[in-house]
């Protein structure tokens, strides 16, 4: 079986190879650095295995439930690539130790874990590896999806490294990544000054960097333990709205209404008691990432403008939006939708009341409607 390297050089040139080889080996102690984090054991990777493919050869590999994160790269230079990272959707659930009730919300739950972590992996990469870049080489997850990897090779046409590995350690988790020509091509490119790649030194992948900047607050088994109580709220009024053998690479306006106050009140939320404690607390994969800060949005509707509409917007212009009023707003976490409210006024700020829990997915099945 080839190694990484040699599928490399099937696909760029012996340099190029040299110099993804070297990124790879860094690139993996800076994630499995990041990894141990979230297990809090050492992350090896085991079971490396590497093969040039066309995109509708390995089609078949994902047909079970799986988790695919979109990987964009880019430089300053307008080069950009998209790689894939897909993982087995029972088994993340496991090594993220995601629990739920139903099978959907705990495919939600891995979801947005996953993200989580591999979020903190990519800054961690971008930071501390793909910074020394002269490109200004940027890694990015564009979204976590599940089962959408046959649609996605189905798309492509140009050969592809499949490199799949096994991260071992407390828990296990295989993965595989689908690693575009383009893509590889591009970050060699911008990779060639920033690392040392001689191609007769192999590179490891058991020990990782020395943690730097991760940390977890552990504070959701008392968020988990507290049910939060739901008291009737009066009708509010809304407004009429204007206005990754070898390492890993790894929404025709009619006549503008006059905007309406919101007006409502809410009541302080109150919570159960909490139970007493019996014994150490079980930290799961969600304590870990209970006090990473994420960006709440709420949007509350869309509409598209011509440039000509846009250039003649001023004082007292009055765009209309997607949304009748009282229809509810979107709650986004991350730019993710994730529920429905309706406005309230909390004393004199806006608030939002959380009326729909929006499952993953729903929102791109509303629009394929």
């Not at 880019?74 to 080069?79: K, R």
């Not at 994969?285 to 509409?309: H, K, P, Y």
């Amino acid at each position: 079986m080839p190694t990484p390297h040699e599928v490399l050089t099937q696909l760029l040139s012996g340099a190029q190879a040299d110099t993804l080889n070297a990124t790879g080996g860094e690139g993996w102690q800076t994630a499995a650095a990041a990894i141990q984090t979230f297990l809090g054991s050492p992350a090896e990777a085991s079971e490396v295995d590497a093969r040039l493919v066309m995109p509708d050869e390995i089609i078949g590999r994902f047909a079970d439930p799986h988790l695919a994160a979109t990987l964009e790269l880019s430089t300053s230079a307008d080069q950009s690539g998209t790689a894939y990272l897909v993982l087995p959707t029972a088994i993340a659930a496991m090594f993220l130790d995601s629990q739920a009730d139903n099978p959907e919300d705990e495919e939600q739950q891995t979801i947005v874990i996953a993200s989580t972590v591999l979020g903190q992996v990519v800054q961690a990469l971008n930071s501390q590896l793909f910074g020394r870049s002269d490109a200004g080489l940027v890694v990015a997850v564009d979204d976590v999806l599940a089962n959408t990897m046959p649609e996605t090779l189905g798309g492509m046409d140009e050969p592809c490294m499949l490199l799949t590995a096994t991260i071992g350690g407390s828990r296990i988790l295989p993965f595989s990544l689908v690693l575009p020509g383009t893509f590889l091509d591009i970050l060699a490119g911008a990779m060639q000054s920033a690392v040392s790649a001689p191609a007769s030194a192999p590179v490891t992948a058991a020990a990782p960097l020395p943690q730097e900047s991760f940390s977890f607050e552990l504070t959701q088994d008392e968020i988990e333990a507290a049910e939060l109580l739901d008291e009737p709220m009066p009708e509010p009024v809304l407004a009429s709205v204007g206005g990754g053998r070898g390492n890993p690479i790894g929404g025709e306006p009619p006549e503008p209404a006059r905007p309406t106050p919101i007006s409502s009140t809410v009541s302080r939320a109150r919570f159960a008691p909490l139970p007493e404690p019996d014994g150490p607390p079980r930290h799961s994969g969600i304590d870990l990432l209970a006090g990473l800060q994420m960006n709440v949005s709420v949007e509350l509707g869309r509409t598209e403008l011509t440039v000509s509409e846009v250039l003649g917007l001023g004082p007292g212009s009055v765009i209309e939006l997607d949304r009748l009023a009282g229809e509810p707003v979107d709650i986004l976490v991350n730019d993710r939708l994730i529920a429905r409210g309706e406005v309230v006024v909390v004393d004199e700020n806006f608030g939002v009341r959380v009326v729909e829990v929006v499952r993953r997915g729903a929102e791109q099945e509303e629009r394929a409607g």
